[in-house]
C-alpha cells in the first residue's frame, strides 16, 4: 500500500493490515517515506488510534527495519526498561543482580532527555566506562560479565528513530500506539527471551496518574507479548525519587552502595527485587515473584552482584577497582551544601519533577538533546515522603559546580517539599500489573 493511501485509510478510521504498516515501517528506514508523509502518519495515529493487532505490526515493522540481534548463550537474555522517573538508578542494581544468577542482559538503554536522567550518562560517569560498542564488543561484554549496558546503535530500529524526530516536532509524542511501537521496536530488535516493563506513575513521571499508566503498561505487555516475547509490567510509585540521590556520579555512588548490601530496605533495593522478582517469575526462572524476588535480594546481600557489576564495569573499559572505592573514582562538585528546611513537621509531598528540573538547571541533564552534561552535579541524602523533620534539618545535600548556580536553585528546591504536621499515608512501592 502507498503511504498516501494508508494514510488516508486511517484518517478514515480504517484499519490497516499488517503487511502495508510493515511497508510503510520499512519506507521510514530507508527514506522512501517523506517527512510530511511521516508527520501526516504520526498524526492519523494519534487522532485514530490502532487495534492490538496494528500496535503489534507497527511495531514488528519497526523493529525489522534494521538489524536484530540474535544471541547464542548458555542461559536465558532478559532484560528490563522503564518509563523514566528521577533518581531511577534501578538498571544499574537490576542488570548485574540478574547477571549474578546466571541470566544474560543485554541492555541497550539512553540518555537523560527532560527531568528524567538517562542510563548511559550515569555510566559514563566511570572514568573510561564505554556506552557505544562494536557488535562483536557487545557480544564479548555479555558473555564475559553476564550483562553489557550500551546506547543503541544507527542501525537498530532505525524506522523509530526517524518517526519519533517527526513525532517531537508534530505534537504526536504522547500517541499510546506510537510510545509503545518506539520503546518496544528498540527493545525486541536485541533478541530478548524475557522483558519487565517498569511504568512509573506519580509527580517525578511522566505519567501522572495510574489511570494514563495502567493504560500504557496494558499496551506494552500486551504489544510485547504478542510479538512474541515473554513480558511482564509492573506499575511503580514516583512519587518521591526511586533512590535518595539524583544526578549521574551520585546515582553510581549510590547504586554501588545497594549492591554492596547496603540499604536493603530502601525503595532502590526494594524496586530491583520487584521488578527482578517479576520478570523471573514470568520467564520461568522462579516459582513466583516472591520467590525470584528473594533470589535477587540474596545477590546483594552476599556480594555476587557488587562482583557482577565489576565485571561490568571492567568489560566496558572501566577502571578494575571500582566497585571497592567509587568515590575515588567519580567526579565530586566543588560546591557542596545541605538545604535546610523552612519548618517542623513531616514531609507530606515531594514534586519529584521539579526536583528532577533542577538537576537540569545544575548541568547534570539535558535541555536539548546536544547539551553536555556535568556528571559531578546533583542532589544526594534526599529524604523521603513521612521523614520527620525539624527545622533547619537538612532536606537534603546539594552538589553544584559554582556557587551563583547553587543560589540559583535553592528556593525551587525547597517548594518542590510539602511540610505538614502529619505524615502521609504510606504508597506501596509498586505492583505487578500485566503479564502474570
Not at 94 to 118: D, E, F, K, N, Q
Not at 352 to 367: C, N, S
Request: with cysteine; charged share 20%.
Amino acid at each position: 500500500m502507498e503511504p498516501a493511501r494508508l494514510i488516508a485509510g486511517l484518517r478514515r478510521g480504517q484499519e490497516p493490515d499488517g503487511a502495508a504498516l510493515a511497508t510503510f515501517a520499512a519506507g521510514l528506514a530507508d527514506g522512501s517515506v517523506s517527512d510530511a508523509q511521516a508527520g501526516a502518519f504520526a498524526m492519523a495515529v494519534c487522532l485514530r488510534g490502532l487495534s492490538e493487532a496494528g500496535r503489534t505490526a507497527l511495531t514488528e515493522g519497526m523493529r525489522d527495519s534494521g538489524r536484530t540481534l540474535r544471541w547464542d548463550l548458555p542461559g536465558p537474555v532478559l532484560d528490563k526498561h522503564s518509563t523514566g522517573g528521577v533518581g531511577d538508578c534501578v538498571s544499574l542494581v537490576l542488570a548485574p543482580a540478574l547477571a549474578a544468577l546466571g541470566v544474560y542482559v543485554p541492555m541497550i538503554s539512553g540518555r537523560g532527555l527532560g527531568h528524567t536522567g538517562g542510563t548511559l550518562d550515569k555510566l559514563e560517569a566511570i572514568p573510561g566506562f564505554r556506552t557505544a560498542l562494536s557488535e562483536a564488543e557487545f557480544d564479548r561484554a555479555v558473555r564475559e560479565a553476564g550483562a553489557a549496558i550500551v546506547g543503541a546503535s544507527a542501525d537498530i530500529a532505525p524506522a523509530d528513530r526517524r518517526l519519533y524526530a517527526v513525532r517531537d516536532v508534530t505534537g504526536t509524542v504522547e500517541s499510546i500506539d506510537l510510545i509503545t511501537a518506539s520503546i518496544l521496536s528498540k527493545k525486541l530488535a536485541a533478541g530478548l527471551e524475557g522483558l519487565v516493563l517498569d511504568v512509573k506513575v506519580g509527580s517525578g513521571a511522566f505519567m501522572k496518574t495510574e489511570e494514563a499508566a495502567t493504560e500504557l503498561a496494558e499496551a506494552l505487555a500486551e504489544t510485547a507479548n504478542a510479538a512474541g516475547c515473554p513480558t511482564v509490567a509492573c506499575l511503580t510509585d514516583m512519587n518521591e525519587p526511586a533512590a535518595p540521590a539524583l544526578g549521574n556520579a551520585l546515582e553510581v555512588l549510590e547504586a554501588v552502595h545497594v549492591l554492596k548490601g547496603g540499604a536493603p530496605e530502601g525503595r532502590l533495593a526494594g524496586l530491583t527485587a520487584l521488578l527482578g522478582g517479576a520478570l523471573l517469575a514470568r520467564t520461568g526462572q522462579a516459582e513466583d515473584a516472591g520467590q525470584g524476588a528473594d533470589r535477587l535480594r540474596a545477590t546483594l546481600a552476599d556480594g555476587r552482584a557488587a562482583d557482577a557489576f565489576q565485571k561490568m564495569v571492567y568489560a566496558q573499559g572501566g577502571p578494575i577497582g571500582f566497585v571497592e572505592t567509587p568515590a575515588r573514582f567519580l567526579p565530586e562538585a566543588p560546591v557542596i551544601r545541605e538545604l535546610a528546611a523552612p519548618a517542623t513537621g513531616h514531609i507530606a509531598a515531594i514534586d519529584g519533577e521539579a526536583l528532577g528540573h533542577v538537576v537540569v538547571r545544575l548541568g547534570g541533564g539535558r535541555r536539548v538533546e546536544t547539551d553536555s552534561v556535568d556528571p559531578a552535579v546533583g542532589l544526594s541524602d534526599v529524604l523521603g515522603l513521612g521523614a520527620e523533620v525539624a527545622r533547619g534539618q537538612p532536606l537534603l545535600r546539594l552538589h553544584a559546580a559554582r556557587i551563583e548556580d547553587a543560589d540559583a536553585v535553592e528556593a525551587a528546591l525547597t517548594q518542590a517539599f510539602s511540610i505538614a504536621d502529619h505524615a502521609p499515608t504510606p504508597r506501596p512501592l509498586g505492583r505487578i500489573a500485566t503479564g502474570l
